[in-house]
C-alpha cells in the first residue's frame, strides 16, 4: 500500500462545476505538497501546508493532519484547470524525499 | 512566489553522447536539489538528492557514474546523462528546497526537461 493515495484517479467535469481532489497518507508528516502538471509536463507548486487551510485564487487546499487526509477544491472550475493533480508528503525524519500520489487526471470540458 | 529553471526544456540527442541539465534557483538559495524522472503516464521518481558542496545521494538503482550530478553553488545543480541510451528517454525534472523553519521545508519545482535520445 502506497503511503500516498489519491482519489479519485481520474475526474471529468463540466465547466463551472466544483472540484474535490482527495489524499489520504499513512505515516506522520510535517507538511503536505499540492502539485499540478500540464500536459506539456511542466510542474507547478500550488501549495505547500502544515495545517488548516490555504487558498490562492480558486484553489482551495485543507489538511487534517489528525486524519491524515488532504483535500483540495477547485471552485468554478475552467478547461485550463485541466491537468493532472499530484499531493506529494515528505517522508523521513528530515523530510528529505517526497513520496508522490498517484495523481489524479482533471478534465474540464467547455 | 520562489522560481526554479531548468535549462534546456527539450532536447534531443544521439545514442552514446552526453546531456547536461541545469537545474537554477532564479530569487533563493537551494541547499538541496532533487533530481527525478518520470516516465509517460507515471509518477515522479526520485533518482538522487543534491547538496550543495557535497557528493549527491542516488536512490538504489540509480547509476551514478551514468547520472552525473554536481551541486557547484547554492542556486545551480547539473545533472549530465553520460553515453544516453534510448532507454535513458524520459522527462527529467528538479526541485529546490528552502528552508523555512523548523523542520519543514518547501519545495519549488523546476518546468522540467525531455530528453530524447535516438
Known amino acids: 500500500k502506497n503511503e500516498v493515495e489519491q482519489s479519485p484517479q481520474n475526474l471529468t467535469a463540466q465547466e463551472g462545476e466544483f472540484i474535490t481532489i482527495n489524499c489520504s497518507y499513512s505515516?506522520?508528516?510535517?507538511?503536505l505538497h499540492w502539485l499540478q502538471q500540464h500536459p506539456g509536463g511542466g510542474i507547478v507548486s500550488l501549495f505547500m501546508l502544515s495545517s488548516g487551510k490555504k487558498k490562492h485564487g480558486r484553489l482551495i487546499a485543507t489538511i487534517n493532519i489528525q486524519e491524515k487526509h488532504s483535500s483540495l477544491h477547485i471552485t468554478a472550475s475552467h478547461p485550463r484547470d485541466s491537468a493532472v493533480y499530484i499531493c506529494a508528503a515528505p517522508v523521513g525524519t528530515a523530510g528529505n524525499k517526497l513520496t508522490f500520489g498517484g495523481g489524479t487526471r482533471v478534465l474540464v470540458k467547455p | 512566489g520562489a522560481v526554479v529553471s531548468q535549462h534546456p526544456s527539450w532536447v534531443i540527442c544521439k545514442s552514446g553522447t552526453s546531456v547536461k541539465i541545469e537545474c537554477r534557483s532564479l530569487?533563493?538559495?537551494?541547499?538541496?536539489m532533487f533530481w527525478y524522472r518520470q516516465f509517460p503516464k507515471q509518477s515522479l521518481m526520485l533518482m538522487a538528492t543534491s547538496n550543495e558542496g557535497s557528493k549527491a545521494t542516488y536512490e538504489q538503482g540509480v547509476e551514478k557514474d551514468k547520472f552525473l550530478i554536481n551541486h557547484a553553488s547554492l542556486t545551480l545543480s547539473t545533472l549530465t546523462v553520460t553515453s544516453a541510451h534510448p532507454e535513458d528517454s524520459s522527462f527529467y525534472i528538479c526541485?529546490?528546497?528552502?528552508?523555512?523553519?523548523?523542520?519543514?521545508?518547501?519545495?519549488?519545482f523546476g518546468p522540467g526537461t525531455r530528453l530524447t535520445v535516438t
Open positions: 526541485s529546490a528546497r528552502i528552508r523555512a523553519g523548523g523542520v519543514s521545508y518547501e519545495q519549488y
Open positions: 505515516v506522520g508528516i510535517s507538511a
Open positions: 530569487d533563493f538559495q537551494a541547499t538541496t
